[in-house]
């Protein structure tokens, strides 16, 4: 299943910085906004497999009314 996060980019005095709206915890900075993104993909991934391996439900599954 293909899971969709929005994305929110602000500039700031250093480059970008990334958060997912539905999953604030998810957050990290980048000089380009493609660094950002690319970024924001990776930590997205990190703290899925973060959340799984603790047994936590996370923000995609917390969507479709899952428990961990």
């Known amino acids: ?6 994305a929110k980019y602000t500039k700031t005095n250093s ?3 990334g958060q997912l ?3 604030q915890e998810v957050i990290t900075e980048g000089e380009t906004l ?3 993104r690319a970024m924001l993909q990776d930590a997205t991934k ?3 497999l973060a959340y799984r391996q603790q047994n936590k439900a ?3 599954s917390q969507r479709r009314g ?3």
Do not use: P
């Open 1 to 6: 299943m293909l899971i969709t996060y929005t």
């Open 15 to 17: 480059g970008y910085m």
């Open 21 to 23: 709206v539905e999953w």
């Open 34 to 36: 493609e660094e950002c």
């Open 46 to 48: 990190e703290m899925i």
């Open 58 to 60: 996370h923000a995609e």
């Open 66 to 68: 899952e428990e961990s």
